[in-house]
T-cell receptor, first 114, second 113 residues
Framework: KQEVTQIPAALSVPEGENLVLNCSFTDSAIYNLQWFRQDPGKGLTSLLLIQSSQREQTSGRLNASLDKSSGRSTLYIAASQPGDSATYLC?????????????FGAGTQVVVTP | GAVVSQHPSWVICKSGTSVKIECRSLDFQATTMFWYRQFPKQSLMLMATSNEGSKATYEQGVEKDKFLINHASLTLSTLTVTSAHPEDSSFYICCPDLEETQYFGPGTRLLVL
C-alpha cells in the first residue's frame, strides 16, 4: 500500500528565505506527483504536476523535483513571502483509471513571517 | 480551470442528526466525483467515488450506510452523513474526475457536537 510522508510537518521562516518541503512515497510505481496548496478551511489549489518521466517542474518562484527511483520529491519556494503561508500537500497518482484518485501526504504547514 | 462549489462551507450539528453536503460542477459535467475527508493534522483520505446514474463505490473502512452518496446528475453529487457523531467531525471535500490536474471544491467543515 502506498504511503506518502511529508517532512517537516510545520515550518516557520522569515520573509525572503527559501523554503524546502519534502515528500516521500513508498511505492515508486506512480503515474505523476502533484503539489497542492491549502489555505485554512479552504479547498486545494494545484501548484505543480510532475509526470513520472520528468525530473522537475517550475512555475515562477516554485520548483518541484522528482526522484522516482528513491521515492522522493522536493518543493522549493524561492524568496518566500507572507502570502506563501499555507499548508502544502503532495499527492501521488498511481493509476490513470481515475485522475482524481490520489494518495496524499499529511502536509507541511508553512508560516512566513514579515 | 474547472469551477467546483460545495455547500454548505460550514455546518455545526447535534449528534444524531443527518447532514447533506452538495458538490456542484459549475462549468462542466462530471460523470465521476471523488469524496475525500481530512481529519485535523492528517492527510486527505479518499472516502468514496460517486458515479452518475449508478451506485457509489466506497473505500475500505468507510460505512456505505452512514455516508450516503447520490450522483443524480452530471453537475451535482451529494454526500449525506447520517446520524452524525462527534467522530464524524472532519473536512469533507469533493473532486471531479475531470483531467490530470485536479480541481477540488472549497470543502465543507463539519462539526458534530
Amino acid at each position: 500500500k502506498q504511503e506518502v510522508t511529508q517532512i517537516p510537518a510545520a515550518l516557520s521562516v522569515p520573509e525572503g528565505e527559501n523554503l524546502v518541503l519534502n515528500c516521500s512515497f513508498t511505492d515508486s510505481a506512480i503515474y505523476n506527483l502533484q503539489w497542492f496548496r491549502q489555505d485554512p478551511g479552504k479547498g486545494l489549489t494545484s501548484l505543480l504536476l510532475i509526470q513520472s518521466s520528468q525530473r522537475e517542474q517550475t512555475s515562477g518562484r516554485l520548483n518541484a523535483s522528482l526522484d522516482k527511483s528513491s521515492g522522493r520529491s522536493t518543493l522549493y519556494i524561492a524568496a518566500s513571502q507572507p502570502g506563501d503561508s499555507a499548508t502544502y500537500l503532495c499527492a501521488v497518482l498511481e493509476t490513470t483509471d481515475s485522475w482524481g484518485k490520489l494518495q496524499f501526504g499529511a502536509g507541511t504547514q508553512v508560516v512566513v513571517t514579515p | 480551470g474547472a469551477v467546483v462549489s460545495q455547500h454548505p462551507s460550514w455546518v455545526i450539528c447535534k449528534s444524531g442528526t443527518s447532514v447533506k453536503i452538495e458538490c456542484r460542477s459549475l462549468d462542466f459535467q462530471a460523470t465521476t466525483m471523488f469524496w475525500y475527508r481530512q481529519f485535523p493534522k492528517q492527510s486527505l483520505m479518499l472516502m468514496a467515488t460517486s458515479n452518475e446514474g449508478s451506485k457509489a463505490t466506497y473505500e475500505q473502512g468507510v460505512e456505505k450506510d452512514k455516508f450516503l452518496i447520490n450522483h443524480a446528475s452530471l453537475t451535482l453529487s451529494t454526500l449525506t452523513v447520517t446520524s452524525a457523531h462527534p467522530e464524524d467531525s472532519s473536512f469533507y471535500i469533493c473532486c471531479p474526475d475531470l483531467e490530470e490536474t485536479q480541481y477540488f471544491g472549497p470543502g465543507t467543515r463539519l462539526l458534530v457536537l
